[in-house]
């Protein structure tokens, strides 16, 4: 059983910085995609940043030169460096992975439970 256990978050001051790991545990087969979403109070969830197969990263518009994704192959674990941080880049964070896990029937979706980063002005 794959789970996608995150960490990070919290509250920092407008121009502070965090850093979000998620690691997929359990027995990975093949990671097709990792990263983060977030959601926004009365807002849709939207991609933050993602690691592709292959070493390509995918990052929202909005964060870009601001936000760096990482990826650690050993432990299955992507890291998010969130420097230079905007009151309206408050939102749950989430962990999303596509994997096939060893015992599955294929490619399958996770998620993490959500972690809340909080921007004061």
């Known amino acids: 059983q794959v789970q996608l256990e995150e960490s990070g978050g919290g509250s920092v001051q407008a121009g502070g910085s965090l850093r979000l790991s998620c690691t997929a545990s359990?027995?990975?087969?093949?990671?097709?995609?990792m990263g983060w979403y977030r959601q926004a109070p009365g807002k849709q969830r939207e991609l933050v940043a993602n690691?592709?197969?292959?070493?390509?990263?995918k990052l929202l518009d909005s964060v870009k030169g601001r936000f760096t994704i990482s990826r650690d192959s050993h432990t299955n674990t992507v890291y998010l460096q969130m420097n230079s941080l905007k009151p309206e880049d408050t939102a749950v964070y989430s962990c999303n992975a596509d994997l096939n896990a060893y015992g599955s029937t294929g490619f399958m979706e996770y998620w993490g439970k959500g972690t809340l980063v909080t921007v004061s002005a």
């Open positions: 690691y592709i197969s292959g070493g390509s990263t």
């Open positions: 359990g027995r990975v087969l093949w990671l097709r995609t």
